[in-house]
């Protein structure tokens, strides 16, 4: 059973930066591990990817100015976030998909997918 804990949100100015954590626990995480994150009123938005043999991927919105990471003695995934703009405001998730289909496609599948409660990051 996988637990994915985020944390790390919170209030912002625009330019501003933060560093989310999911802190990760169970037996499977499987081949892909990523964030994403939902608006009010807005669909969910894929925006990074990490793949077991290390390899990333960002959504364009948010290319080279998010970058993901892990931390693996702590069991903690990681998205440094720089230059925030009001538009990132929203609830941000931890996700892991066993398949890895997440790393091609970006796009979190409630079937197949397991995430976290999520952490609110309001940008103005």
């Known amino acids: 059973h996988v637990q994915l804990v985020e944390s790390g949100g919170g209030s912002v100015q625009a330019g501003g930066s933060l560093t989310l954590a999911c802190e990760f626990s169970?037996?499977?995480?499987?081949?892909?591990m990523g964030w994403f994150r939902q608006a009010p009123g807005k669909e969910r938005e894929g925006l990074a990817a990490?793949?077991?043999?290390?390899?990333?991927k960002y959504a364009d919105s948010v290319k080279g100015r998010f970058l993901i990471d892990k931390d693996v003695a702590r069991n903690k995934l990681l998205l440094h976030m720089n230059n925030l703009q009001p538009e990132d405001t929203a609830m941000y998730y931890c996700?892991?998909?066993?398949?890895?289909?997440?790393?091609?496609?970006?796009?979190?599948?409630?079937?197949?997918?397991?995430w976290g409660q999520g952490t609110q990051v309001t940008v103005s």
């Open positions: 169970g037996s499977t995480y499987g081949n892909c």
């Open positions: 996700l892991a998909d066993p398949s890895g289909a997440y790393f091609y496609t970006l796009k979190p599948l409630s079937e197949s997918n397991y």
């Open positions: 990490l793949y077991s043999d290390g390899s990333v």
